[in-house]
């Protein structure tokens, strides 16, 4: 919803797109860069990369499997079974995955990875802001969501009384342990760094920020989905 003068309006379908692909690419460049920097990625992109490094198999598998998995999740804690809404979160999360990698793999190409960490580690950091800008941008369209940051909004207003910061904890929390359950088989971590406990300790208030200065008119509207 959109709120001005006063007065709630509703989105268009053209202004939901717009909003959609700004924030869909704000959050895959913001993951691919974080993992190009090799400082520390958002969780659960962490958690991906460790699973991959475990096992072998490329990180989009692993993206493309939690976001399925959260997506069903989500219908269940919703207390609502609503295809569409199932729908869009695959499609989201399918996308994120193919994103993230394109952003990965041409951050690396033009030597990212190779900077002093002195260098890296703010841009790590702006990653992660952007990240959280993303989030902050869909969540309040909500018209389609990554699983997981539907999963957070559903956490948020249905059982954390509108904090933003406890329902992005709880849902890093669970990334976390799958990182831990992959250093069981690999004995080694990837992609965690600072980067990680940046996100993991800030990020809701990242998001609370980001809904009251980006796009400021723009307010949390039907968090079940339309």
Wanted: hydrophobic share 55%.
């Amino acid at each position: 919803m959109y709120y001005i003068d006063g007065q709630f309006y509703q989105l268009g379908f053209k202004q939901k797109i717009s909003f959609f692909i700004i924030s869909l690419v704000l959050n895959s460049f913001g993951n691919g860069l974080s993992v190009a920097s090799t400082m520390g990625s958002a969780p659960w992109t962490a958690s991906a990369a460790n699973l991959s490094n475990a096992t072998g198999l490329p990180i989009g598998i692993f993206l493309g499997l939690v976001a399925i998995s959260i997506a069903f999740l989500n219908m269940f804690l919703a207390m609502s079974f609503n295809w569409p809404r199932l729908l869009g979160n695959i499609i989201f999360g399918l996308s994120f995955s193919f994103l993230v990698s394109f952003f990965a793999s041409f951050f690396i190409s033009i030597g990212i990875h190779s900077l002093a960490w002195w260098i890296r580690l703010p841009i790590d950091f702006f990653a992660v802001w952007t990240i959280g800008v993303a989030i902050s941008i869909y969540q309040r369209v909500n018209w389609i969501l990554h699983p997981l940051d539907d999963l957070t909004n559903i956490l948020r207003f249905d059982y954390f009384h509108g904090n933003a910061s406890k329902a992005q904890m709880s849902n890093f929390i669970a990334a976390i342990a799958l990182s831990l359950f992959a250093f069981i088989f690999s004995h080694q971590f990837v992609a965690l760094g600072l980067g990680t406990l940046v996100s993991f300790l800030f990020q809701g208030r990242n998001i609370a920020w980001s809904d009251r200065y980006i796009f400021k008119h723009l307010v949390h509207g039907d968090i079940r989905g339309n």
